[in-house]
Structures are given as C-alpha cells and as structure tokens.
C-alpha cells in the first residue's frame, strides 16, 4: 500500500482545513487507517484512527470535538477534517495504514501501523 497525503497548508488560528490521503492497492478498504503528526522537536503522536468501515474512530483528546476523521473506500482515500485550528497544531501530519480491519488494543501506537504517506505540512497563525 503506498499513501499520499495533501491538504496542508497555512491557516489563522479558528480557521479549518481537510488533509485526504489517497491510498493505492486494492487491499485498503480492509485496512484500518490512521492520522498522527509531528511538530519540530517533538515525536510523532496520534491524532485519529478509523477501522475498515468506518463504523468506528477514535481520538486523540485534544482534537475530540475539532477534528474529524472519514473514509471513502470507493475512493480508496481517507480525510481529517480539522476545525477550530489553534496554533498548536502547527506540525506534520501523516496518515497511515494498519493491516486489520479493526482497531487493535494499541491502535494509538506508531508501532502499529505498516505503512505510512509522505506527510504534509499544516502551519496554524496566530
């Protein structure tokens, strides 16, 4: 599976984006998918995660509430709505693939995922 994510940009604070990731290979829908960043200094940490159908998500506390994550098999692309942007959200966001369909105990964990996207930059203004 290789992953692409876009969307980044640079935002005022209590402004909005939408980052997709755009997945290749056939077995995506069957996969569970997930969206971390990492801000400079500090390591990579979850944001949010959806199992194969999208019957279930979870989330980091700080984005419940702001951030909402989606997918479109069909597609084969999975989306991070992100409102309320405040500036510590500044950072790079990556998405991510677990090969299960649902979500492991773990499913917070960089560990548990097999294959990552490129990233792509968000940068929230003050």
């Known amino acids: 599976v290789q992953l692409q994510a876009s969307g980044g940009g640079l935002v005022q604070a209590g402004g909005y984006l939408r980052l997709s990731c755009a997945a290749s290979g056939r077995t995506f829908s069957s996969y569970v998918m997930g969206w971390f960043r990492q801000a400079p200094g500090k390591e990579r940490e979850f944001v949010a995660a959806i199992t194969w159908n999208g019957e279930s998500t979870g989330y980091a506390d700080s984005m419940k509430g702001r951030f909402t994550i989606s997918r479109d098999n069909a597609k084969n692309t999975v989306y991070l709505q992100m409102n309320s942007l405040k500036p510590e959200d500044t950072a790079v966001y990556y998405c991510?693939?677990?090969?299960?369909?649902?979500?492991?105990?773990?499913?917070?964990?960089?560990?548990?995922?097999?294959?990552w996207g490129q990233g792509t930059q968000v940068t929230v203004s003050s």
């Open positions: 991510a693939a677990d090969q299960t369909s649902i979500f492991r105990s773990n499913y917070f964990s960089v560990r548990t995922y097999d294959y």
